[in-house]
């Protein structure tokens, strides 16, 4: 009987290890871009880069957004905590398989509400922007009623066959939200330090905490997705997914272009060159060459090379953080000081362009078969990304130069 019984937990366990490890997989990444997004603010408060007492940012955040930030850390660390214990009772692998999940639910809550703390920062008049929080609070709050109600073997029914997709989106999506977070942190430190009153800061702010905060939901679906009860649903959950996807990359691309355009004006279009060349490539090859045939692992610079019979591994996002960090340190201080020189200039922009460029060859890859014309127009934007960015260091190292005379 003993026997019997230690035979039946071992097949049980054995049947739900598929299922914690891509949820174990999603969840790490959905900490490490917590830490990501988190850290920059203890930090800038720790190393004293940010006036917690300035008049303008009400009596709530000098003494609540370090304790946030710090709580959003390990609401982030936790849920992985759990999934990690070698603990072997089934009773509490699954009450930590659903606290994990809640978990998860909580930190995303608090990376909303450390951004709504980010742009408080400067005055109290941004609170007009919170206007889209409400119903993503709701959202969070009823998927994670939801979530919580189901256990390991349910989940394991209904997401199989869904987690490369999965991993897919929410490596995405945390990249880009990272993005998004040191942006939105970079404008809160460049107006409390600015006394220009420059219009498109305030409009820059407000659309990098939107963008935030969509960002945050799209990483949530991408941690715990949506539950479903068949293949259709499965389908519209991987739709749904994958839109919040392009929303994010078009927000991203709208707020460089928002900053580029401080310095450089309607000049600032032109960072979108490249991702034109690429729409252009992709809708000729779609028609006059394309034959609809779906490819796999063909034609190696789309994105990483082949991840497996029928499978694309999508194109890695760490030229853009890096790109995206240099654009950011250059750009921002420009809503204080516009009169900067043209070899400035020429590096905003190009790398402007190299970061849209690179958010394009990352959408372009995400499908795990892409067509010809999709092969094609990913190594347009991949050449004009890399192009981008060793053009950029022309104008990078001439600022060095300058800088040390």
Not at 32 to 61: I, R, T
Not at 86 to 93: D, I
Not at 383 to 404: E, I, K, S, W
């Amino acid at each position: 009987m003993l026997h019997a019984t230690h035979y039946y937990c071992r097949l049980i366990g054995t049947s739900c290890i598929i299922l914690e490890d891509a949820l174990k997989k999603r969840v790490r990444a959905f900490a490490e871009g917590a830490m990501v997004m988190a850290c920059p603010v203890l930090l800038a408060v720790a190393l004293q880069k940010v006036n917690l007492k300035s008049a303008g940012n009400g009596g709530f955040l000098p003494g609540s957004i370090s304790p946030l930030a710090a709580l959003t850390l390990e609401a982030g660390l936790l849920p992985f905590l759990c999934l990690s214990l070698p603990c072997r009772l089934l009773v509490a692998q699954d009450l930590l398989f659903r606290a994990s999940k809640a978990l998860v639910h909580l930190c995303a809550l608090l990376l909303m509400a450390l951004a709504c703390g980010i742009l408080l920062l400067i005055s109290t008049k941004n609170l007009y922007y919170i206007a889209v929080l409400p119903p993503l609070v709701l959202l969070t709050l009823w998927r994670c009623f939801l979530s919580m109600r189901s256990g390991r073997d349910h989940d394991d029914a209904v997401y199989r066959g869904c987690d490369e997709m999965l991993e897919r989106s929410l490596d995405f999506s945390a990249s880009v939200t990272s993005l998004l977070f040191l942006g939105l942190e970079g404008l809160a430190l460049e107006g409390q330090s600015s006394s220009s009153g420059q219009p498109l800061l305030g409009v820059s702010l407000g659309a990098a905490f939107v963008a935030c905060a969509l960002g945050v939901f799209a990483m949530l679906l991408g941690t715990v997705p949506p539950l479903v009860t068949d293949d259709a649903g499965g389908r519209k959950m991987c739709n749904v997914v994958e839109a919040l996807n392009v929303v994010l990359a078009v927000a991203t691309a709208v707020i460089v272009l928002l900053i580029t355009s401080v310095p450089l004006g309607e000049a600032a279009w032109l960072l979108f060159v490249p991702l034109l060349l690429s729409f252009v490539v992709w809708m000729y090859t779609a028609l006059a060459v394309d034959d609809g045939h779906q490819l796999a692992g063909h034609g190696a610079a789309v994105g990483e090379g082949e991840e497996g019979e029928g499978f694309w591994r999508p194109a890695s996002m760490e030229l853009t953080k890096v790109t995206f960090t240099g654009f950011l340190a250059v750009s921002v201080p420009t809503y204080s000081d516009s009169s900067i020189s043209s070899y400035t200039h020429g590096f905003i922009l190009l790398t402007a362009a190299a970061v849209v460029s690179g958010l394009g060859w990352r959408l372009l890859t995400h499908r795990m078969a892409p067509s010809r014309a999709l092969v094609t127009a990913a190594n347009v934007s991949s050449f004009c990304a890399h192009l981008c960015v060793a053009a950029a260091v022309v104008p990078f190292t001439t600022m060095a130069v300058n800088a040390l005379k």
